[in-house]
């Protein structure tokens, strides 16, 4: 079962998420024109994300995700999985990937030894979901990387692991 998102504005949970000093309409119209932006890239990839995920985490989506997840779009300082908020980016291919990376969260957020092997199994689902799209977003993902790094020594991707063979559920079970 893949569930159903649906991009949402909603003006009184966006303004009570808003931390800057602008008088905040003219905030929400950004967030309306940068959302605009994003829905394109957004329709066209959003069922593709959503069938990767669990082809490389192992969970699968009726394991912790709703059958329905909204998806909110605000101005705050970093985007949020439970309820599922982006913060709005002048870039909408980065907005793509902080939308799946936080997806991925949703998908999978429990059995981790530590939050450092957690944040860097998200990173690296995150990093082939976006290669699998054929989109040119490497410095999106890069960027993403540097907002969440982690200072885990014991990292997957450094211990030979490989997708092809092992999920991330495979392999925190041991």
Same mark, same amino acid.
């Given at each position: 079962?893949i569930p159903k998102t ?5 003006? &009184? ?19 309306? %024109? ?29 394991e912790y995700a709703d ?66 799209? %054929? ?17 885990? &020594? ?7 692991? %490989? ?12």
């Amino acid at each position: 079962m893949i569930p159903k998102t649906e991009l949402r504005y909603n003006y &009184k949970y966006a303004k009570i998420l808003y931390r800057g000093h602008k008088y905040f309409e003219a905030v929400w119209q950004q967030i309306i %024109d940068r959302g605009g932006a994003f829905e394109e890239i957004y329709e066209s990839n959003i069922k593709k994300i959503l069938e990767l995920i669990p082809r490389f985490t192992g969970f699968g989506w009726n394991e912790y995700a709703d059958v329905f997840i909204p998806i909110y779009l605000a101005d705050s300082p970093s985007s949020i999985s439970h309820p599922l908020t982006l913060s709005v980016n002048e870039n909408p291919g980065f907005m793509l990937v902080d939308l799946t990376h936080e997806l991925i969260h949703c998908n999978m957020y429990c059995g981790f030894k530590t939050k450092e092997l957690q944040e860097e199994c998200f990173n690296l689902v995150t990093r082939v979901v976006i290669q699998c799209l %054929d989109l040119n977003l490497k410095e999106e993902v890069r960027e993403l990387e540097k907002i969440n790094e982690s200072e885990s &020594k014991i990292i997957p991707s450094k211990t030979g692991w %490989d997708f092809n063979k092992k999920t991330i559920k495979e392999f925190i079970k041991g």
